[in-house]
């Protein structure tokens, strides 16, 4: 979590420092390059959960570059990066153990719906176009277009808005979608409702995942190629 806090406290004040930088010349290969380390930097931290002072940020940036004395001992850095991080890390783990029963709940709820299906596993579906033509086994790579979103609508992942469908091994992504994906026909297009414990638990792979998510997707399984 260190290194996390570290690593990303430095793209944010490159980021939030060029924000005042409107009219920065990118005419030469080194505006041009250097733009693009910035964009690249700008991604990798805007969905992390940090918080941060943009102006101190600036003021630490600044002091860097013109090599001045810096304001804060390291000593005092050290002490506050691990108070923000306790405090990250134990909001997150509340938000964890409250959702565990959110989603008891959701899912509780969602079951009585029309024409949704509930699995021995805890699965719940919804046919929304049928399909006509083989079913995927386990071994089998399928191609799908998918858009997920958490329970309260918020978009986490989305082929559909790549425009690029995936492509994958059945039995080589998360529990809920390899069972589905053998429930499938090709050409059908279904919505499921997938528990955490056939997501991502606790450990989720995304600061848009929050732990212990029911995760919703509408998935059309496109074609298959056998195993």
């Not at 910035?38 to 600036?58: C, F, H, T, W, Y």
Request: glycine content about 8%; charged content about 25%.
């Amino acid at each position: 979590m260190r290194k996390l806090f570290a690593v990303c406290v430095l793209p944010a004040a490159i980021m939030l420092a060029g924000c005042q930088q409107d009219d920065a010349k990118l005419e030469s290969n080194v505006d041009k390059m250097s733009y693009g380390i910035g964009l690249s930097m700008g991604r990798s931290v805007k969905n992390q959960p940090i918080e941060v002072n943009a102006d101190a940020i600036i003021v630490g940036l600044q002091d860097a570059l013109a090599e001045k004395d810096q304001r804060i001992d390291e000593e005092t850095i050290r002490t506050a990066f691990a108070a923000v991080r306790d405090e990250a890390m134990a909001k997150q783990a509340k938000e964890s153990e409250e959702n565990v029963q959110k989603g008891k709940d959701f899912l509780a709820e969602n079951a009585k719906k029309e024409g949704v299906v509930t699995t021995a596993s805890g699965l719940q579906y919804q046919i929304l176009t049928e399909g006509n033509g083989a079913t995927p086994k386990a071994d089998d790579t399928v191609t799908v277009n998918y858009h997920g979103t958490l329970t309260d609508n918020t978009v986490f992942d989305s082929s559909v808005d790549r425009g690029e469908p995936a492509t994958f091994r059945v039995n080589q992504v998360i529990p809920g979608w390899t069972e589905a994906l053998q429930l499938m026909k090709v050409g059908e297009k279904v919505r499921l409702y997938i528990p955490s414990e056939l997501a991502y638990g606790e450990r989720s792979p995304s600061p848009k995942i929050p732990g212990n998510s029911v995760l919703i997707f509408e998935v059309e399984l496109l074609s298959i190629a056998k195993g």
